[in-house]
């Protein structure tokens, strides 16, 4: 394999170094005193502090549509800080992996920056197996359309110290962050986390998490968990949570009764803290080194085997939706996705000035923005089909909204506010005796009810992949055949719309649909229900909380949303989360729903069958202490 000595290149120069043919790599020389650089040809990198200080600069580009994946190890006994800078063009993938391996008394500073055009991504990932002290400073931006995937994992051990600060600034729409943290803290080691989230104006539509996993091992160990989410724009979700506590006695009973001692225990809970960050990375890499091609693309082995896993997923999904054809599965990135594709292709070529597109109230801003979209540009009228206030639909209602001048009726087929079912089957026939279609948004129901399109007779149908256990950045639009046939390309190029996704979330969506028809509906939904019904009854014994909806556990589907009396609902998340529970707050993206029932924001809080009545009742112990930790006394 050929290396090349970075520090025998001209001094302060840029040098251009060539991996793979997908990634450029420059280094600042000349800004090092001593330190040693060897970059191989398969994208690794290799930064020794064997000098006093040694310092680098490293930038990685990417060109448009390209996937770049660089390793950089960190090795020394010395000062070494290494400032990373990422620059994707558009549509382009760079996968940054930091891994340090420096001596015990070593200190690494390290800085990545990156700026994420159009449709990129960054995913960065940092493992700490408990060597030297690290300081982290990484500021990332994210414009339209472009994603961050963080995982760190970190073991501090000794008086070692590990401070991490992430920033992202959400500066374009429909953006999208993950923020992945864990590790274990033993003996005097110090450790501080600081994740910054920020929607910035001009953000709609952007989705931001950030979550940290802390074992604390010692009595000696600091731990500083410090998340923050800002926001200057309206229809975000930003989500943050933490789990930071010592081992549980059912736990240390578990490896007990197995032969482990305490001390046993905490080591193989602290490995497994970070190797779960490896195990993930050895997933990627396999995938990206053995099994990514594109499908429908090349008549090469790999590229056969990731279309047979392609249409495979395709056939999974038709058998889950109960679809009659495969060629009436179409993969997009998400149900918002969907449903603009169904908005922009069919919509604007299908519905003309004086025609009605019927919306109901219950939608969530991803199933009426699209329709005022299409009514604006077409001239057409957009109508509301209005809930009662428990959130059931009239189907006499329906009947006087929907007329022959409806060419387009909306509705959701599980509402993520309040978890109703609403009757897609008798909306589908009024629409129909009217030469109307209806579009379903089945983002909520699919995880939770058996969904038959069939039975249903919807016309379009959309959910996404992570609300059913699989991956970000794959979903489904369901049409009726014929439909879809008439529709102009949303996309144009290559396998047209097919070349949204990304083939390996198609196959993770197969694995998720094989995982849930293998636990089946039925016994999902028991678990869901009694843990609804245990909410709810609790909830009745606190009188200033507040039940929106029914007061039938059966009528929720998994969803509780609610307000605590004097309490705005922001706080009231807040106050959860610093117990360990997370809830969502806010109007949901469903302002018009909240604004028809009498609310601004609310609190929900979301079950699916793998939570456990602990978990419900730490939710109820901590609601029953809200308003005294508010200062209202009870």
Request: glycine share 8%; aromatic share 6%; net charge negative.
């Given at each position: 394999?050929e290396?090349?000595?970075?520090?025998?290149?001209p001094?302060r120069?840029w040098?251009?170094?060539?991996?793979?043919?997908?990634?450029?790599?420059?280094?600042?020389?000349?800004?090092?005193?001593?330190?040693?650089e060897?970059?191989?040809?398969?994208?690794?990198?290799?930064?020794?502090?064997?000098?006093?200080?040694?310092?680098?600069?490293?930038?990685?580009?990417?060109a448009?549509?390209?996937?770049?994946?660089?390793?950089?190890?960190?090795?020394?006994?010395?000062?070494?800080?290494?400032?990373?800078?990422?620059?994707?063009e558009?549509?382009?993938?760079i996968?940054?992996v930091?891994?340090?391996?420096?001596?015990?008394?070593?200190?690494?500073?390290?800085?990545?920056?990156?700026?994420?055009?159009e449709?990129?991504?960054?995913?960065?990932?940092?493992?700490?197996?408990?060597r030297?002290?690290t300081?982290?400073?990484?500021r990332?931006?994210?414009?339209?359309g472009?994603?961050?995937k963080?995982?760190m994992?970190?073991?501090?051990?000794?008086?070692q110290?590990?401070d991490?600060?992430?920033?992202?600034?959400?500066?374009?729409?429909?953006t999208?962050?993950?923020?992945?943290?864990?590790?274990?803290l033993?003996?005097s080691?110090k450790?501080?986390?600081?994740?910054?989230?920020?929607?910035?104006?001009?953000?709609?539509?952007?989705?931001?998490?950030?979550?940290?996993?802390?074992?604390?091992?010692?009595?000696?160990?600091?731990?500083?968990?410090?998340?923050?989410?800002?926001?200057?724009?309206?229809?975000?979700?930003?989500?943050?949570?933490a789990?930071i506590?010592?081992?549980?006695?059912?736990?240390?009973?578990?490896?007990?009764?197995?032969?482990?001692?305490?001390?046993?225990?905490?080591r193989?809970?602290?490995?497994?803290?970070?190797?779960?960050?490896?195990?993930?990375?050895?997933?990627?890499n396999?995938?990206y080194?053995?099994?990514n091609?594109n499908?429908?693309?090349?008549?090469y082995?790999?590229?056969?085997?990731?279309t047979?896993?392609?249409?495979?997923?395709?056939?999974?999904?038709?058998?889950?939706l109960?679809?009659?054809?495969?060629s009436?599965?179409?993969?997009?990135?998400n149900?918002?996705e969907g449903?603009?594709?169904?908005?922009?292709s069919?919509?604007?070529?299908?519905i003309?000035?004086?025609?009605?597109?019927?919306v109901?109230?219950l939608e969530?801003?991803?199933?009426l923005?699209?329709?005022?979209?299409?009514?604006r540009q077409?001239?057409?009228?957009?109508?509301?089909?209005?809930?009662?206030?428990?959130?059931?639909?009239d189907?006499?209602?329906?009947?006087?909204?929907?007329t022959?001048?409806t060419?387009?009726?909306a509705v959701?087929?599980?509402?993520?506010?309040?978890g109703?079912?609403?009757?897609i089957?008798?909306?589908?026939?009024?629409?129909?005796?009217?030469?109307?279609?209806i579009?379903?948004?089945?983002?909520q129901?699919?995880?939770h009810?058996?969904?038959?399109?069939?039975?249903?007779?919807?016309d379009?149908?959309?959910?996404?992949g992570?609300?059913?256990?699989?991956?970000?950045?794959?979903?489904?639009?369901y049409?009726?055949?014929?439909?879809?046939?008439?529709?102009?390309?949303?996309?144009t190029?290559g396998?047209?719309?097919?070349s949204?996704?990304r083939?390996?979330?198609?196959a993770?969506?197969r694995a998720?649909i094989?995982?849930?028809?293998?636990v089946?509906?039925?016994?999902?939904?028991?678990?869901?229900?009694a843990?609804t019904?245990?909410?709810?009854?609790?909830m009745?014994?606190?009188?200033?909380i507040?039940?929106?909806?029914s007061?039938r556990?059966?009528?929720?589907?998994?969803?509780?949303?609610?307000?605590?009396?004097?309490?705005h609902p922001?706080?009231?998340?807040?106050?959860?989360?610093?117990?360990?529970?997370?809830?969502?707050?806010g109007?949901h993206?469903?302002?018009?729903l909240?604004?028809?029932l009498?609310?601004?924001?609310?609190v929900?809080?979301?079950?699916?069958?793998?939570?456990?009545?602990?978990?419900?009742?730490?939710l109820?112990?901590?609601?029953?202490?809200i308003?005294?930790?508010?200062?209202?006394?009870?």
């Amino acid at each position: 394999m050929e290396t090349i000595l970075v520090n025998k290149l001209p001094t302060r120069t840029w040098n251009r170094l060539g991996v793979n043919e997908t990634a450029l790599l420059w280094d600042e020389a000349g800004a090092v005193d001593g330190g040693t650089e060897v970059l191989s040809a398969d994208g690794r990198l290799e930064l020794s502090a064997d000098a006093p200080y040694a310092r680098r600069t490293v930038e990685i580009t990417a060109a448009r549509g390209q996937r770049v994946t660089v390793y950089e190890t960190f090795r020394g006994g010395d000062h070494l800080h290494v400032r990373t800078v990422l620059r994707p063009e558009r549509g382009a993938v760079i996968r940054l992996v930091q891994v340090q391996v420096m001596d015990e008394h070593a200190v690494l500073r390290s800085e990545v920056s990156a700026h994420c055009p159009e449709g990129s991504s960054v995913e960065l990932y940092r493992l700490l197996p408990g060597r030297g002290d690290t300081y982290a400073d990484d500021r990332l931006t994210l414009a339209d359309g472009a994603s961050l995937k963080a995982a760190m994992g970190y073991l501090g051990r000794k008086q070692q110290v590990i401070d991490l600060n992430l920033a992202v600034d959400h500066v374009g729409r429909n953006t999208r962050s993950d923020i992945d943290v864990s590790g274990a803290l033993s003996d005097s080691a110090k450790k501080v986390f600081r994740g910054t989230i920020d929607f910035k104006n001009g953000s709609a539509g952007s989705i931001g998490s950030e979550q940290e996993t802390v074992l604390l091992l010692g009595d000696d160990v600091v731990n500083r968990t410090v998340p923050l989410i800002l926001c200057a724009e309206e229809n975000v979700e930003g989500t943050h949570g933490a789990t930071i506590g010592a081992l549980d006695d059912d736990t240390l009973f578990y490896f007990e009764s197995r032969g482990f001692d305490r001390d046993a225990a905490e080591r193989l809970m602290a490995r497994a803290a970070v190797e779960r960050l490896a195990h993930d990375l050895d997933a990627v890499n396999r995938f990206y080194c053995e099994q990514n091609a594109n499908p429908l693309r090349g008549l090469y082995p790999l590229s056969v085997a990731a279309t047979d896993a392609y249409e495979n997923a395709r056939a999974a999904v038709r058998r889950f939706l109960n679809a009659g054809s495969t060629s009436e599965i179409v993969f997009t990135r998400n149900t918002t996705e969907g449903l603009n594709l169904a908005a922009y292709s069919y919509g604007l070529s299908h519905i003309r000035a004086g025609d009605e597109v019927v919306v109901s109230i219950l939608e969530h801003h991803s199933d009426l923005l699209p329709w005022q979209m299409v009514c604006r540009q077409t001239g057409a009228a957009l109508k509301f089909l209005e809930c009662e206030p428990d959130g059931s639909l009239d189907l006499n209602r329906a009947e006087a909204v929907i007329t022959d001048k409806t060419k387009l009726v909306a509705v959701t087929h599980v509402s993520n506010v309040i978890g109703r079912v609403n009757p897609i089957q008798q909306l589908a026939d009024i629409a129909h005796r009217h030469g109307a279609v209806i579009v379903v948004d089945g983002a909520q129901s699919t995880p939770h009810i058996p969904v038959d399109v069939q039975a249903l007779d919807a016309d379009f149908l959309a959910f996404s992949g992570h609300k059913v256990y699989g991956p970000m950045g794959i979903g489904v639009l369901y049409g009726k055949r014929a439909l879809l046939e008439e529709m102009p390309p949303f996309l144009t190029g290559g396998e047209m719309i097919e070349s949204v996704t990304r083939e390996s979330g198609a196959a993770g969506l197969r694995a998720a649909i094989e995982y849930v028809e293998s636990v089946g509906f039925d016994a999902m939904h028991r678990q869901e229900l009694a843990l609804t019904q245990r909410t709810l009854t609790g909830m009745a014994d606190m009188p200033h909380i507040h039940v929106i909806g029914s007061d039938r556990a059966e009528e929720h589907n998994g969803i509780v949303t609610f307000t605590v009396e004097g309490v705005h609902p922001h706080d009231v998340s807040e106050i959860l989360a610093c117990d360990g529970v997370d809830v969502r707050a806010g109007h949901h993206c469903a302002q018009p729903l909240l604004q028809h029932l009498g609310y601004s924001a609310t609190v929900r809080a979301s079950f699916a069958f793998y939570n456990t009545e602990n978990e419900v009742d730490r939710l109820l112990q901590s609601l029953s202490t809200i308003r005294e930790r508010m200062g209202y006394g009870n």
